[in-house]
């Protein structure tokens, strides 16, 4: 490569950055940060602890994004340094560096670029996930529980934190339900893509005669509602019920009346949190869901007045299945909607779900 096509590629690299920053609002996004460093540093930060947490956690999203394009930025200013340097010395040597160096970057841009896919209003915010096993008696219960894994491990990998809210046990394996709170940068950008019902083909372990058999699971996802005070939930709206834990806990948990479940009569929306210490806790934590669950209905109304207008219709069965992970008679995982596919089924049940994302989110 001639130097004045590297300088040349280089510059247009720091364009694409240049670019990102302002679709991504760097500028806007410091000014957040110092606002909130301000809030932070006052004496009485942590006599509201909620707040205080929300709002570090906040900070902390912003100062990490923040500083990843700051120093992509200067290391490919760094960089153009070198490369017009390179062309004064014409050093071989130097320009088979700077070459190396730039491939890295680029390479390194290419996953931040991701970002730029998040575009949803609620993209940034923490998610609430949860798996309902559906169609397929033991062997749905025991796939509901495969994805509890796989989203765990997903997660992990994401370096979100994971609160599981409710779990429902089946009798005789997996789990009838689960419902997790995600907390990170772009939890419900990452993870909106999930909500559905997903599809598994396999030979039943449960089976006697070993054959195959066809299983559904139902996954919501909705973006966490940080603010109780953005939806009124009037008190008399509410039926509220308390029983006996029936989840993993530690002393107390399963002996008192701990768990809470919650109905929103005017909705019939029902919500329950039992893996919280205390009865108070489940409801503080239930509540929560409620709310994020109500705004989520209003959002998708307005979304469905907006399809009735233009005349667009689709029908939701449980039939629509968004992906389908076949296990035998061969291996596949596809997604119905974007068409991507992978044979890698155990890297995907291990979490790998970057490839599906992606293809979601440019569909958009």
């Not at 002996?255 to 893996?275: E, F, K, M, W, Y």
């Not at 869901?289 to 233009?310: C, I, N, V």
């Amino acid at each position: 490569m001639k130097e004045s096509e590297l300088v040349g590629e280089i510059k247009e690299l720091f364009e694409k950055i240049a670019e990102s920053w302002r679709f991504l609002d760097i500028d806007k996004k410091s000014q957040q940060l110092k606002e909130k460093e301000v809030l932070m540093s006052q004496a009485d930060f942590w006599r509201n602890q909620d707040q205080a947490k929300l709002i570090s956690r906040q900070a902390s999203d912003l100062r990490e994004e923040i500083e990843t394009w700051q120093k992509i930025q200067a290391e490919v200013l760094e960089l153009l340094s070198l490369a017009q340097e390179d062309e004064k010395d014409k050093s071989v040597n130097l320009r088979e560096e700077v070459e190396k160096q730039l491939e890295k970057l680029n390479k390194k841009f290419a996953k931040l670029e991701f970002a730029l896919l998040f575009r949803g209003v609620h993209d940034k915010d923490n998610a609430i996930l949860a798996i309902h096993a559906g169609t397929g008696g033991v062997d749905a219960m025991d796939w509901a529980q495969m994805l509890l894994r796989m989203y765990l491990r997903f997660c992990e990998k994401k370096k979100f934190k994971v609160k599981i809210i409710d779990e429902s046990r089946g009798a005789e394996a997996g789990i009838k339900s689960a419902v997790l709170e995600i907390t990170g940068a772009y939890a419900y950008g990452n993870l909106k893509s999930e909500n559905g019902v997903h599809r598994l083909v396999r030979i039943s372990p449960f089976d006697a005669e070993k054959m195959r058999h066809t299983s559904f699971a139902l996954v919501e996802v909705i973006p966490a509602v940080d603010e109780i005070s953005e939806l009124l939930i009037k008190d008399e709206d509410l039926r509220i019920d308390v029983y006996r834990s029936s989840g993993k806990g530690g002393q107390g948990v399963n002996t008192t009346d701990s768990a809470v479940r919650i109905t929103h009569l005017p909705t019939g929306i029902v919500v329950t949190c039992q893996n919280e210490r205390s009865q108070l806790q489940n409801k503080k934590q239930a509540l929560k869901y409620l709310q994020s669950k109500l705004a989520a209905l209003a959002e998708a109304e307005k979304d469905e007045e907006k399809k009735r207008l233009r005349g667009e219709y689709t029908e939701g069965s449980w039939g629509n299945q968004i992906r389908s992970y076949v296990l035998q008679p061969y291996q596949l995982v596809k997604d119905h909607r974007s068409d991507f596919e992978t044979p890698e089924v155990e890297d995907v049940l291990d979490g790998e779900l970057d490839g599906f994302i992606e293809a979601f989110l440019k569909l958009k």
